[in-house]
């Protein structure tokens, strides 16, 4: 069988993709090498209206079977000891309709930012933290491979 027919597995990864970061890059690197794994792959972009959303997003998301969810940190929180910083609330908010589709999750943090927070505190997906983004894609990669494994051919 030619593996050009095998369907292959879907995987939405939500990842930040604040302008004038790194995380686009990043986003691109992740989806690269989880389609050398033999996924088919997804990365979540913020959209711009209720169409987008319903028409990209959210159809992806359905028709995703696996969800990768990864936490950058975002601004600070006011008054955290030790020092905290908020996540990504888009990647939270697709986070949370991956869950209400029960779509197996695998969830990186980068240090630094709150752990458990909305939904995350109720999922039991046990956050892999990071701080190093270059090394991003390595890990991610590593971990999909060991914990979702190839693609089965049918």
């Not at 604040?18 to 997804?42: H, N, Q």
């Not at 159809?59 to 940190?73: C, G, P, R, T, W």
Request: net charge negative; proline share 4%; hydrophobic share 40%.
């Amino acid at each position: 069988m030619d593996l050009s027919d095998v369907e292959r597995a879907r995987v939405f990864i939500s990842c930040g993709q604040a302008k004038g970061s790194d995380e686009v890059a990043t986003a691109a690197e992740i989806g690269r090498r989880l389609e050398d794994l033999g996924f088919d792959c997804y990365i979540g972009v913020q959209e711009q209206s209720l169409r987008g959303l319903k028409e990209n997003i959210f159809a992806q998301l359905e028709n995703s079977e696996y969800f990768i969810f990864v936490d950058f940190k975002r601004e600070p929180l006011a008054a955290a000891t030790p020092p905290l910083c908020r996540g990504s609330l888009f990647s939270h908010q697709e986070l949370a309709i991956a869950s209400y589709l029960d779509t197996p999750v695998l969830a990186f943090q980068e240090a630094g930012v709150k752990q458990d927070d909305g939904v995350l505190q109720f999922l039991q997906g046990n956050a892999i933290p990071f701080t190093d983004r270059h090394l991003l894609a390595g890990v991610i990669a590593g971990e999909a491979e060991a914990r979702l494994g190839m693609p089965v051919e049918e």
